[in-house]
């Protein structure tokens, strides 16, 4: 859509330069669409996890290990409010 809608506004004149601009918006918006295109999510998502996992060090992990190996993951029950 972006892309017919930027066609369109290069053989469009309007009044007070507005198609002009337009044009160039769209201009922006069609390489920013092709460059979300050629990155791949799943290995942007990927570096990112890799860092927070050095944050977290290996302490973290054995904690966690331990708790799945003794049926404890998951959220901690929630405690009840004293009225």
């Keep these: 859509m972006i892309d017919e809608a930027h066609r369109i506004l290069a053989t469009t004149s309007l009044p007070e330069g507005r198609s002009e601009r337009a044009y160039e918006l769209l201009t922006a918006a069609v390489h920013l669409a092709d460059d979300l295109l050629s990155v791949s999510p799943a290995v942007?998502?990927?570096?990112?996890?890799?860092?927070?996992?050095?944050?977290?060090?290996?302490?973290?992990?054995?904690?966690?290990?331990?708790?799945?190996?003794?049926?404890?993951?998951g959220r901690p029950p929630n405690k009840p409010k004293p009225n």
């Design 44 to 73: 942007a998502l990927g570096k990112k996890g890799g860092r927070a996992t050095a944050k977290r060090g290996a302490d973290y992990y054995s904690k966690i290990s331990a708790m799945r190996k003794e049926h404890k993951g």
